[in-house]
């Protein structure tokens, strides 16, 4: 299914200097230390775009099951060709490029895998990354993941997205999420908040259905429960203007309430989505426990959050993950 090349058989092209140097962390050190594998691909349309609200794309689905074999998040990127990124690759402010490769571009400084996919394919997938000598640190994790991922997985996934003779099903491109992104828009505006990530919450509670009512009573693209909505004056008759509204005053009373020594804007957020999650109060004392185990009570990641339930610590997870696809894909 696939086979890993040490570097392409082509000849060195003559380098000043060495282009990574050896004393430096390995690959696998700084992903890990980030928290994040960052990666670029082509062909957006094949490899990285939005369907019905969610990230997809054959690269995509990769890259997505690496990161969930490694334990890190995943930024993908766009670019027109490998060739406007190796600088970024070389430079490790990009891990890897992933996506049809015309190998005679590539030189002695690169490693690649290559995917050898089902069916007749005319362009050759691979995924590059910078060579050093002494740092084999994404190679291997890579052959891991590898003998981990099994090969029907990969043809599933192959089929998603190719037909019979190897010729990409290409996705329509996208500019939008919903039917009520205007409103979404003009309801973060008047939060202060990008307007993705509200977006990406109305995913994770409702998958953008307006009048979706849960065993619990929860209602609307948010899934407000029954006091909630109470509290802020709507019903189940209220329209998503008037939904989006109520919870937009939740959130930011969430916000509020929230101990200004919880400074960093990023950590803060993922306060806020924990507490929509699971009420403030357990937020609260997840902030208590967490002080008790000599943890920061102002910190969510690698903090508090591993002193939430189970629920609330996916919730946060999934919504993020989710807004920094929506970032990426669109505007």
Known sequence: MVSCQ???SLPPEPVEEEILDVDTITAMETIEARGTLIAVTTQPELNYHLSNGRPAGFQFELLDDFCEFLGTNLELRITDSLLTILPALHDRSVDLFTGAVDTTVLDSTCHYVFLELPGSTVQTYAWVFPKCDNDTSLTTAINLWMQDYQASDMRKSYYRYFN???????AEPTSRLSDYDPLIKAQAKKMGWDWRLLASIIYQESHF??????????FGLMQLMPVTMENYGIDYDSSVEE???AAGKLLMHFSNELPESINDSIERSYFILASYNAGMGHILEARLKA???????DVWTDNVEHFTPKQT??????VTKRFSHYKALIE
């Open 6 to 8: 040490e570097e392409v």
């Open 164 to 170: 019979n003779k190897g010729v990409g099903r290409k």
């Open 291 to 297: 002080e008790r185990q000599g943890k920061d009570p």
């Open 243 to 245: 939904q989006l509204a």
């Open 313 to 318: 610590y996916y919730f946060v997870k999934e």
């Open 209 to 218: 259905k307006p009048d979706l009512v849960s065993e619990k009573g929860a």
